[in-house]
């Protein structure tokens, strides 16, 4: 049975900050990624990675403040935020696809190409 599971959302103060963790099971992924939506909005992604190559990409509005990190022997996607802002508002959302015919690139942050999803994990970033 395929499942993504998050974890470790919360509330934070601006400037704080706070790791999510999701744990995959039930298949080998080709992309991974975490991707929030805050109400009103469109789902955007924020930091993805290629399961095989390790290659990661950050949205504009995350790098340098956002660490996407994987650990293989527990099949796990963790991104740790720091200097966390009010904008950061959103569920996380953890996102994985089986196969990727595309070039690659920053067209893994879309979330147009991914299949699989967890149920997402709420951060609440306090001013």
């Known amino acids: 049975h395929v499942q993504l599971v998050e974890s470790g959302g919360g509330l934070v103060q601006a400037g704080g900050t706070l790791t999510l963790s999701c744990t995959a099971s039930?298949?080998?992924?080709?992309?991974m990624g975490w991707l929030r939506q805050a109400p009103g909005k469109e789902r955007e992604g924020i930091s993805c990675i290629g399961w095989t190559s390790g290659t990661t990409y950050y949205a504009d509005s995350v790098k340098e403040r956002f660490t996407l990190s994987r650990d293989n022997a527990k099949n796990t996607l963790n991104l740790q935020m720091s200097s966390l802002k009010p904008e950061d508002n959103a569920r996380y959302y953890c996102a994985a696809t089986t196969a990727y015919s595309g070039s690659g690139g920053y067209e893994v942050l879309s979330w147009l190409i991914y299949y699989y999803w967890g149920k997402g994990t709420k951060v609440t970033v306090s001013s």
């Open positions: 039930g298949l080998s992924f080709a992309t």
